[in-house]
């Protein structure tokens, strides 16, 4: 433990968030030379390489989208009988162009749409009794179901939390633009030619909803009281513009690293450590990704230095794996687990480092669902970092949000 320098952790995580990485999103020049940096690492400290064709890396599909300066929310609001407010939000404060938008403008009228579901076997439609083609939706992220307080009903409505489903469907209804209350940059979402998507906070809205008779929390609240639409027409134009550029060629990729164990009987066994490399790259402006997740990239590359100087002494054998695409579905990992270099069944153990950065607290996720693996993290904690330590248990029913939900 002594070995691993903080310093060196440091200096790792401020590279890695630098302009020279581009903000890391997967299939990028940025994130490849990032992959390529940690790869050469990994050569350095004599660890077998269990990627491609001899090399560290594992290669997927993986398309992404650039996004560009240019992006735009504009709102007109009416005062009075006869005269409007033409009101335009600041980027970043106000709103995010979509990291899977499609290039272009729209305007037109806004439809709250609730949660954008169409569930017939539900008996819910948020598209029943409103007109959408051709306008802009606002709408929900997630479903009106919770997974801790109604887990049963909450996994029929599960298909419908996603991000992909919500814009296929309203695509699918004619919809040309979408005002997504879900105010972050977040290119977890398919790209669909022809939507123009932003990414939109409270400012915007709080405008939506001003003069329309009831707040949207109270809309909301509802919806989930009594499962039923609320959609309407707020009697707003909007306007939204963004500048993207998408690459539906993008190759994404993982970088692996093994350590054989010592022990003849046990070096079959063996233990991963995964942390994703990959950030959000640029909307427009530089993502640094330092927390989410240089932290956990760089937390892995000590413990593989200080794993490869103790070689001899690990009984197991020991996988690293930095994963791509995290931010862009949780694809690396998926891959990963579809296309394993080590049989599924010779591993034992999968230990996730997830945004680790920030703060003085630990917070194990899952950690009281595997007591065993707790028992070493809280034994070490006590011996060596003397920090606060938080465990949790999870059912993770939600769609998969880091790359342990697959494991």
Excluded at 22 to 37: K, P, V
Excluded at 53 to 62: E, I, K, L, M, V
Excluded at 174 to 189: F, K, M, Q, R, T
């Amino acid at each position: 433990m002594h070995g691993i320098s903080s310093h060196t952790l440091y200096s790792y995580v401020k590279d890695l968030s630098s302009e020279k990485y581009e903000g890391r999103l997967t299939g990028t020049r940025g994130y490849n030379d990032a992959a390529q940096w940690a790869a050469d690492l990994f050569k350095l400290w004599k660890l077998t390489p269990l990627g491609d064709r001899g090399s560290y890396f594992q290669d997927f599909p993986n398309p992404y989208t650039l996004v560009l300066d240019g992006g735009e929310v504009t709102i007109r609001v009416p005062v009075g009988k006869k005269d409007t407010l033409r009101k335009s939000y600041r980027y970043e404060d106000d709103f995010y162009p979509g990291s899977t938008s499609d290039a272009g403008s729209v305007t037109a009228d806004v439809v709250y749409v609730g949660y954008g579901i169409t569930a017939p076997e539900l008996g819910y439609d948020d598209y029943s009794n409103v007109d959408v083609r051709g306008k802009i939706v606002m709408m929900e992220p997630e479903i009106p179901i919770s997974p801790d307080k109604q887990p049963e009903l909450f996994r029929k409505w599960r298909p419908y939390s996603f991000h992909d489903y919500k814009m296929k469907n309203a695509f699918a209804h004619g919809v040309a633009g979408v005002l997504y209350n879900y105010h972050i940059v977040n290119p977890n979402c398919v790209f669909i030619r022809g939507l123009v998507i932003s990414y939109v906070g409270r400012n915007v809205i709080n405008d939506i909803f001003l003069g329309t008779g009831t707040p949207r929390d109270t809309l909301v609240q509802r919806i989930r009281r009594n499962l039923t639409p609320v959609s309407f027409s707020t009697g707003r134009t909007a306007t939204i513009r963004c500048t993207t550029e998408h690459h539906p060629e993008g190759i994404g990729r993982n970088v692996l690293a093994y350590l054989e164990g010592s022990d003849p009987a046990l070096k079959n066994e063996v233990i991963i450590v995964g942390a994703h490399l990959d950030h959000l790259g640029k909307n427009h402006l530089l993502m640094p990704g330092a927390n989410d997740n240089a932290s956990g990239a760089a937390v892995l590359l000590g413990c593989a230095e200080a794993t490869a100087q103790m070689s001899g002494l690990t009984r197991q054998s020991v996988l690293f794996i930095l994963f791509g695409a995290e931010e862009q579905g949780v694809k690396g990992s998926e891959y990963y687990l579809a296309h394993p270099p080590i049989p599924i069944a010779r591993v034992k153990a999968f230990i996730n480092l997830e945004s680790i950065g920030r703060g003085e607290k630990l917070s194990v996720g899952a950690g009281k669902n595997y007591p065993q693996l707790w028992d070493v993290v809280d034994r070490n904690n006590r011996q060596y970092i003397h920090r606060s330590l938080v465990a949790d248990s999870t059912a993770n029913l939600g769609r998969p949000r880091q790359d342990a939900a697959h494991f």
